[in-house]
């Protein structure tokens, strides 16, 4: 089963508008990550934060995480036309003995020229 | 550096015909895994490998089988082909496992099963 859901499943904007993206898991976890995939591609790592960290920055991302809510943002600032991809957040997978990822279903984002 | 290959690029297979599907790192990575992605879904973990030798069940590993045959391979099989097994197949690796450290991922495999 999906352990994280993003929202909204799809979202349009503006090239230069600032895009959010939101996800929430169910379990307590101890990192959380966020993945770009662009179409046909595989995922291409973003950012990882950590259960005791509330935001973290790299370059024009932002996340957020809050653990009381099990909920993480990923803010996109200033988009461009190369951020058109899907985004997907990720946390550790608990099940027998092995040790990977689940993932929600994604954002799928547009930016509009 | 190559990163993380996955041979083919694409497949199709008839009902019942068995495949092997090829990824290797050139990352000197510990962790190697198997997903699979369906149309508006997230990855679905199928294996883990935490070294070579080692392999456990993920998510959905029923109909496939996994070889971890040295620290750079992994591959995944499919003995007997069904049509609900069409998707596209994403390996990944990492340092180590868990959400800890952060996955490669290859190109994918888009498999068809008809």
């Known amino acids: 089963s999906q352990q994280g859901e993003e929202d909204p499943q799809a979202l349009s904007i503006q090239e230069g508008e600032n895009a959010t993206m939101n996800c929430s898991y169910k379990?307590?976890?101890?990192?959380l990550q966020w993945y770009r995939q662009n179409s046909g591609r595989g995922l291409v790592h973003l950012i990882l934060i950590r259960s005791n960290e509330r935001e973290k920055h790299s370059g024009r991302l932002r996340v957020t995480l809050d653990t009381s809510k099990k909920s993480s943002s990923l803010l996109i600032t200033a988009s461009r036309a190369a951020d058109t991809a899907s985004y997907f957040c990720?946390?550790?997978?608990?099940?027998?003995?092995?040790?990977?990822?689940?993932f929600g279903k994604g954002t799928h984002l547009i930016i509009q020229p | 550096n190559a990163g993380v290959t996955q041979t083919p690029k694409f497949q199709v297979l008839k009902t019942g015909q068995s495949m092997t599907l090829q990824c290797a790192q050139d990352m000197n990575h510990n962790s190697m895994y198997w997903y699979r992605q369906d149309p508006g879904m997230g990855l679905r973990l199928i294996y883990y490998s935490a070294s070579e030798g080692t392999t456990d069940k993920g998510e959905v590993p029923n109909g496939y089988n996994v070889s971890r045959l040295n620290k750079r391979e992994f591959s995944l099989r499919l003995e007997s082909a069904a049509p609900s097994q069409t998707s596209v197949y994403f390996c990944?690796?990492?340092?180590?496992?868990?959400?800890?450290?952060?996955?490669?991922f290859g190109p994918g495999t888009r498999l068809t099963v008809t």
């Open positions: 990720a946390t550790g997978y608990s099940g027998g003995g092995a040790d990977g990822l689940t």
């Open positions: 379990t307590s976890i101890n990192n």
């Open positions: 990944a690796s990492s340092e180590a496992g868990g959400a800890t450290y952060e996955q490669y």
